[in-house]
């Protein structure tokens, strides 16, 4: 089973930046799709960002042009660079492999 392991979180003022990884243990293999969703407090979880083994990315509108989703398919990590952070970027970060979801690590935009 596909163990995921989230780091890079806190706490960062209105356009600042921060950067989130994630690494996978125990995948058979690095043909899959990685990506990133968020969950803010009384919110669904919603995609952010999604890398392919291929490096083909996508990104959810409300972060295109703010957020980088890269991907080590050697390694088995995937990172998400966030820079000019707004508040409403604060939720739980989660990263997501081959259907197992990572326990998510928190990211607080505010003043």
């Known amino acids: 089973q596909v163990q995921l392991r989230e780091s890079g979180g806190g706490l960062v003022h209105p356009g600042g930046s921060l950067r989130l990884s994630c690494a996978a243990s125990?995948?058979?293999?690095?043909?899959?799709?990685m990506a990133w969703y968020r969950q803010a407090p009384g919110k669904q979880r919603e995609l952010v960002a999604v890398?392919?083994?291929?490096?083909?990315?996508n990104y959810a509108g409300s972060v295109k042009g703010r957020f980088t989703i890269s991907r080590n398919t050697a390694k088995n990590t995937a990172d998400l660079q966030m820079n000019s952070l707004k508040p409403e970027d604060t939720a739980v970060y989660y990263c997501?492999?081959?259907?197992?979801w990572g326990q998510g690590t928190q990211v607080t935009v505010s003043s």
């Open positions: 997501t492999y081959q259907g197992s």
């Open positions: 125990g995948s058979s293999g690095s043909l899959y799709t």
């Open positions: 890398i392919t083994n291929g490096g083909v990315t």
